[in-house]
DNA sequence: CTCCTCAAGGAAAACGGTTTCCTTGACGCT
DNA sequence: AGCGTCAAGGAAACCGTTTTCCTTGAGGAG
């Protein structure tokens, strides 16, 4: 087979009888040209099924429409609401995302962000989860970059981050405005960020893990400590899953004797509980949305700086309010 | 700010005092140089930072080591570890993957594919889920593509789908083993390719919902038809979860009366049940690996065609075999 | 009838690499 | 001494666009 070559716009100016500046310039709607010569290229263009180089036009602009998104921690149930997020936000500009899984490796990431500085894209983002603040890439001069959920060491660096106090502090007030006096909190490893800036805002937390089995685990011990908790707020839907699934099987009637609360608001789980979990929703999406904008102002000439808060809010549920049904 | 720009291979051609084809030889490793000069040019290439231009390289090679990923529904919790095994494969030949979310919606996915065709990535992976088969996409001459998951219409094309028939098949051998002979199978709506091939192995099989609430009802209705049955087959994880729960708390043993299953070995719900799920693993990963290992033969100018079914395996826990523990 | 202006479009120079082809010496052989 | 061979590296073409600058001819003003 002799391949038909791909059509390239010389093709395009040949069959429309212009020359190759002309055909680019009717393309793109650039120069002076009368109106019949740009539809004559057009259409020159559409018969040969033309689609323009990208790797050729970057060369001559300098923008290649391509942003990296690196993840640190490999890629899982948290990146991948922001990466919706940040392929709306983008997807709106025509800028199309390179995905990287760093998989907490150094050499990995390393490596990753090289291939994107050959790519030239116009910006990175970076994402992942566990410690606080993770320390910033060296991604040159010139390529903007937005850190989303995990902020930069670097105060000066532009981050997103979601209002995990803030989720807490819905919490705690939904759960007051609803009369409870005797609040616990239940939530993961003691050492995992997360889990201690959301304990934060409440007196009196069990460190655990994020399973549901520590949930249950968690509410046996309650339960033995003696009867006066009136709510359990969670660190984690799947541990209020948990802490539900053992106080219904001790007798504790839900939302009456004791209101739980979820964090994440992860549906699947959420959901499925018995009751549904009321629980703390840190708009991820949205939060991917906001960084990718941020990285396009960037891009535009007007970086950003600082750490955002994102902020989340409560989606409440059967097991803080029983519905009258 | 004079913003430095960013080092060119003249630049480095220049600081090493050679042409610059010389130089691009002397990085790439073509051509016969001398070692001193190669080592000269390498230093000068380290001091200046300078990393080749990704785009005026494919300008000329007619590669972009790049390939382009299509998920035509949104991208969810089955394309994450498809996407991180096409990302496994793809990285070992520092081919960078350009992640696109048509969300079920035809004029995206075209538009997404015309981006792709403009970068003129070197082949494209779509992949889906609900029905049995996608109309195929038209990428053009020259760029190869494979399908993931979901196979395409035109037989010809070529397609890695898990066998799901074959998952089914383990999980009826393995309950006949244990003796079980009166097997229901619960599962999702009838209209779902997935839930028809999986209880087609099945005599007699509920069709409901994928959910855990479907689950429970399921159970309560299975309880009502009568005691006579030993194994409930379900069609996902969540049913089977809805399932155990259910006839936990009708004083079903699990697996001593009942043996239960589930589908998809979702960790965080098989592992989180009272008792924890035996289930069907796809290996999505080894799936993706599969799929972007045939996509590089293309690439490499041999083309695989047709449905290739990629393994599923059972993974045994305690709700059909209990530990001695 | 000149001269100027301006719209329309062509020619060519970028962009940053790779690759082909050519030149130059050095060397070995007769 | 003359010739061929070969290693080393330079010069330039090329990849497919965009953009700048230049040319041309037509129309309007004086």
């Known amino acids: 087979m002799p391949r038909p070559r791909i059509a390239t716009i010389r093709d395009v100016a040949a069959l429309a009888g212009v020359a190759v500046g002309t055909a680019s310039k009717a393309l793109n709607g650039q120069g002076s040209l009368r109106a019949e010569t740009i539809t004559r290229v057009r259409q020159a263009a559409e018969q040969l099924g033309f689609v323009a180089n990208a790797a050729a036009r970057s060369l001559q602009t300098r923008r290649t429409y391509t942003v990296g998104m690196i993840t640190t921690d490999t890629i899982g149930r948290f990146s991948i609401p922001m990466l919706i997020g940040v392929e709306d936000a983008l997807g709106a500009g ?27 894209v116009d910006g990175v983002i970076v994402t992942g989860r ?26 000066a660096d532009c981050s997103v981050v979601p209002d995990e106090a803030g989720g807490a502090q819905a919490v705690l007030d939904h759960l007051a405005t609803l009369g409870r006096r005797r609040i616990v909190h239940v939530t993961g490893p003691a050492h995992h960020h997360s889990a201690r800036v959301r304990a934060s805002v409440f007196p009196d937390t069990l460190y655990g893990a994020w399973s549901e089995s520590w949930g249950r685990q968690a509410a046996a011990i309650l339960l033995a400590r003696g009867p006066d908790f009136d709510a359990v707020a969670c660190g984690n839907d799947q541990i209020a899953r948990g802490v539900t699934d053992a106080l219904r099987e001790a007798g504790r009637r839900i939302p009456h004797d004791v209101a739980v609360t979820g964090f994440d608001n992860w549906d699947v789980i ?29 891009i535009a000439g007007n970086p950003a700086t600082g750490t955002h808060t994102h902020p989340a809010h409560l989606v409440i549920r059967d097991s803080t309010v029983a519905t009258s049904a």
């Open 130 to 155: 566990r410690a606080g603040t993770r320390p910033p890439i060296d991604a040159g001069p010139g390529v903007p970059v937005v850190y989303a959920f995990l902020a930069s060491a670097d105060p």
């Open 270 to 298: 959420a959901e499925a509980s018995r009751p549904p979990l009321t629980s703390v929703d840190m708009d991820l999406a949205g939060l991917g949305r906001t960084a990718a904008d941020l990285l396009l102002q960037a």
């Open 94 to 120: 025509r800028i199309s995302v390179l995905l990287c899984d760093a998989r907490d490796d150094p050499i990995r990431e390393r490596h990753h962000l090289e291939v994107l500085l050959s790519r030239r």
